[in-house]
């Protein structure tokens, strides 16, 4: 790939044409989807770093069979919120980095918070 066409790659759309259709909607605002899928994303963070604290206490480096009972569609859960998430506010290109999810449940809560509310800001629920 030459240097222009790896600039023209990263200037196009986030979303890229794929993820794009125009859309005329009647419904609850997408600020209020946006509210409650985030704090579906918040509980799912703060499940998951419980589960994986209640497997550091049992003393085992490796999570047990009924741990990842409860941890592995917890984390596709997550994944999944949060991809929809970025979706909604048109910034889809971040779930691209698929180190992003599991770099996203070592944030402390309160950091995990800070990210969405920066997130909110930058990006947008319409148009």
């Known amino acids: 790939m030459e240097r222009d066409d790896y600039v023209d790659e990263f200037s196009e ?3 890229g044409p794929a993820y794009q259709k125009k859309e005329e909607r ?3 605002p997408l600020d209020y ?3 409650k899928l985030r704090f ?3 509980s ?3 499940t998951i770093r419980s589960i994986k604290k209640a497997i550091r206490e049992t003393g085992s480096s490796e999570p047990s069979a009924k741990a990842d009972i409860l941890l592995v569609p917890a984390w596709s859960s997550f994944r999944y919120a949060v991809t929809a998430f970025f979706a909604l506010h048109n910034i889809l290109a971040l779930a691209n980095d698929q180190g992003i999810f599991d770099r996203l449940l070592d944030y402390s809560r309160e950091d995990f918070h800070d ?3 920066n ?3 930058e990006g947008l629920v319409s148009g």
């Open 33 to 35: 989807v946006s509210e």
């Open 115 to 117: 990210w969405l509310t």
């Open 119 to 121: 997130l909110e800001k």
């Open 13 to 15: 759309d986030p979303n």
């Open 26 to 28: 009647t419904g609850p």
């Open 44 to 46: 799912l963070h703060e």
């Open 40 to 42: 579906c994303i918040e």
